[in-house]
T-cell receptor, first 115, second 114 residues
Framework: AQSVTQLDSHVSVSEGTPVLLRCNYSSSYSPSLFWYVQHPNKGLQLLLKYTSAATLVKGINGFEAEFKKSETSFHLTKPSAHMSDAAEYFCVVSEAGNQGGKLIFGQGTELSVKP | NAGVTQTPKFRVLKTGQSMTLLCAQDMNHEYMYWYRQDPGMGLRLIHYSVGEGTTAKGEVPDGYNVSRLKKQNFLLGLESAAPSQTSVYFC?????????????FGSGTRLTVV
C-alpha cells in the first residue's frame, strides 16, 4: 500500500529566506506525487505535480519539488519565502488502481513566515 | 468557471440530527470524492464515485452515506450526527486520469456537532 509522510508538522521561516518542506513516500508502483496548498479557511489548490516526466517539477508561486526515487522523497522548496506563502501544505501520492486512482494525503505541514 | 461548489459552508448540528452536504461540479468530471479533514491527520477519504449511479467506500465510511443520482452532483449524508463527525468536509472531482492530473477541490464545509 502507498503512504506518504510529511516529516515536519510545522515550519517557521523568515521572509526572504529559503523554504524546505519535507515529504517521503512509499509506493509499490511508479507513483504520481503532488503538493497542494491550503490557505486559512480556503480550499486546496494544486501547487505542482510529478508524473514520471522531469524529476524537477516547477509549480506556481515560485515553488518547485524534486522527485528522488533512491531516497523516496519529494521535498518542496522555494528560494525566498513571502508572507503570502503562510499556509498549510500537503504532500500527496496517488494510489494506482482501476477506480479513480485515489489520492493519499500526508498529515500536512503548516508554514509560518515571519516578517 | 465555478469548478466545485459545496453547500452549506458552515453548519452546527445537535447530536442525533441528520443533514446532507451537497457537492456540485460543472467540469463534466466522471469521478467525485468526499474527504474529511481533521487536525494533524491530513485528508481522509470517506466515499467516492466513479460515475453516475455508482459509489464506493473509502477509508472512513462509517456513519456516512452518499448518492450520485446525477453526474454533476455528489451528496454526503449524515443520518445521526455524532460529535466525532465534527470536521471540515471537502468534495473533489476529477477525470478518470485523476491519479496523474490531480483533483479539483471545493472550498469546504465546516461542520460542528454539539
Amino acid at each position: 500500500a502507498q503512504s506518504v509522510t510529511q516529516l515536519d508538522s510545522h515550519v517557521s521561516v523568515s521572509e526572504g529566506t529559503p523554504v524546505l518542506l519535507r515529504c517521503n513516500y512509499s509506493s509499490s508502483y511508479s507513483p504520481s506525487l503532488f503538493w497542494y496548498v491550503q490557505h486559512p479557511n480556503k480550499g486546496l489548490q494544486l501547487l505542482l505535480k510529478y508524473t514520471s516526466a522531469a524529476t524537477l517539477v516547477k509549480g506556481i508561486n515560485g515553488f518547485e519539488a524534486e522527485f528522488k526515487k533512491s531516497e523516496t522523497s519529494f521535498h518542496l522548496t522555494k528560494p525566498s519565502a513571502h508572507m503570502s506563502d503562510a499556509a498549510e501544505y500537503f504532500c500527496v501520492v496517488s494510489e494506482a488502481g482501476n477506480q479513480g486512482g485515489k489520492l493519499i494525503f500526508g498529515q500536512g505541514t503548516e508554514l509560518s513566515v515571519k516578517p | 468557471n465555478a469548478g466545485v461548489t459545496q453547500t452549506p459552508k458552515f453548519r452546527v448540528l445537535k447530536t442525533g440530527q441528520s443533514m446532507t452536504l451537497l457537492c456540485a461540479q460543472d467540469m463534466n468530471h466522471e469521478y467525485m470524492y468526499w474527504y474529511r479533514q481533521d487536525p494533524g491527520m491530513g485528508l481522509r477519504l470517506i466515499h467516492y464515485s466513479v460515475g453516475e449511479g455508482t459509489t464506493a467506500k473509502g477509508e472512513v465510511p462509517d456513519g456516512y452515506n452518499v448518492s450520485r443520482l446525477k453526474k454533476q452532483n455528489f451528496l454526503l449524508g449524515l443520518e445521526s450526527a455524532a460529535p466525532s463527525q465534527t470536521s471540515v468536509y471537502f468534495c473533489a472531482s476529477s477525470t478518470p486520469r485523476g491519479r496523474t492530473d490531480g483533483y479539483t477541490f471545493g472550498s469546504g464545509t465546516r461542520l460542528t456537532v454539539v
